[in-house]
């Protein structure tokens, strides 16, 4: 059976079912795709999923990709096999297909980001990476935390300027 955690919101009795259902929705898919994955899943920040609803032209106040969840697994070809069976089990949205393992971003960053609808038509995203893209993602050159830094090094005045804390991870 696929190890399942999530991470609480903010408390919201619905925020917590959606996210529940959603994860045992996928875990599922992962039972016979991949049993010895690791699922997390979180609640994304409003600001978070407000900024991706306004990358992709969506009306303002619509909740779009509100959950993220994000699966471990051991090799390249079980990411790919289990973004096959996630497709196949659930609709997914065009356009929101992203392979960084075939083309990794410049800082090295791996991993598969597919944007889903669960049963009720909540859009969710997944990343599938192996458990080292995740150390890599989290602590490398391609963490979070590294490239903020980068970014507070090469712009300092236009960070300042704009106000950004860095605080959301990006993740999910």
């Not at 990794?104 to 991993?111: A, I, V």
Request: hydrophobic share 35%.
């Amino acid at each position: 059976m696929p190890e399942v955690t999530f991470v609480p919101s903010n408390g919201e009795v619905a925020d917590e079912l959606l996210l529940a259902t959603t994860l045992t929705d996928v875990a599922v898919v992962l039972l016979r795709a991949a049993p010895h994955a690791i699922v997390f899943g979180r609640i994304k920040s409003s600001s978070s999923a407000r900024e991706k609803a306004e990358r992709l032209g969506m009306p303002a106040g619509l909740p779009f990709d509100a959950i993220g969840v994000r699966v471990l697994v051991n090799t390249h070809e079980q990411c790919r096999h289990i973004v096959e069976r996630l497709h196949h089990r659930f609709r997914w949205i065009t356009g929101e297909y992203d392979d960084y393992i075939q083309a990794p971003k410049t800082n090295g960053y791996q991993s598969l980001h597919t944007t889903l609808l669960n049963g009720d038509g909540h859009p969710f995203e997944v990343q599938v990476r192996t458990h080292e893209m995740h150390t890599q993602a989290e602590h490398g050159d391609a963490s979070h935390g590294r490239y903020k830094q980068l970014q507070a090094k090469t712009r300092p005045v236009a960070r300042a300027a704009t106000g950004q804390d860095g605080q959301d991870d990006g993740y999910g």
